[in-house]
């Protein structure tokens, strides 16, 4: 068993918190091992619970589009949720939940290595800067530590408001120039990153 593995067994046996009694299956994550890019949504829907497989509902399909019209295939990439279990009507998750379950976000995280996480809406961009506005960083580039953050609206919102579609479509035009990007700063300079991350790319 890969790393990678025994951890999704150890979240499927999760009882750390009130969510193990309402799910119908956990969603641990899918993805490459070495996919360089990892995309973190909020919680499994009731699609993702019903299937145990992330993103696989309405926000799913808008995910695999905007994936599709940057030329990434939904295979490349790693994608997973902040809690791994349906909160009961698709309520917000609770602060105890999202505390209970942040080893295996963070585990995901030293597993993967990946060069550009892609935060999915305003819970997920909460894990790396608590204190940001989504309407304010999102398509910024931000370093935290040494992850690179790039906060967009979650597809799911963006579904329901029109602005938020057109902007979610627009950052994620910019990933593959991002990812360019990343390649240079790497080797030239570290610190232009962080100076990027005060005006976005
Ligand atoms: N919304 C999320 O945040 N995650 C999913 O897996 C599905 C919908």
Request: net charge neutral.
């Amino acid at each position: 068993m890969t790393e990678l593995e025994k951890l999704y067994e150890e979240i499927r046996n999760c009882h750390k918190c009130r969510l193990a009694e309402s799910r119908t299956n956990a969603v641990p994550g899918e993805g490459p091992e070495d996919a360089q890019i990892m995309f973190i949504g909020e919680a499994p829907g009731f699609h993702e619970d019903r299937q145990g497989r992330p993103f696989v509902g309405a926000a799913g399909r808008f995910l695999d589009q905007l994936l599709e019209s940057i030329g990434i295939k939904r295979e490349e990439v790693y994608i997973c949720n902040v809690i791994k279990c349906r909160p009961p009507g698709n309520r917000d998750p609770l602060a105890d939940e999202i505390k209970a379950c942040a080893p295996y976000l963070d585990r995901q995280i030293e597993i993967i290595k990946p060069r550009l996480i892609v935060t999915l809406g305003r819970f997920s961009l909460a894990k790396f800067l608590p204190k940001a506005s989504i309407s304010k960083v999102h398509g910024q580039l931000i370093r935290v530590g040494d992850l690179t953050c790039y906060p967009v609206f979650h597809p799911a919102a963006a579904l329901h408001q029109p602005r938020w579609k057109s902007a979610v479509e627009e950052d994620f035009r910019r990933i593959p120039e991002i990812l360019k990007q990343l390649d240079k700063l790497e080797i030239e300079d570290e610190t232009k990153a962080k100076q990027l991350s005060l005006f976005g790319l």
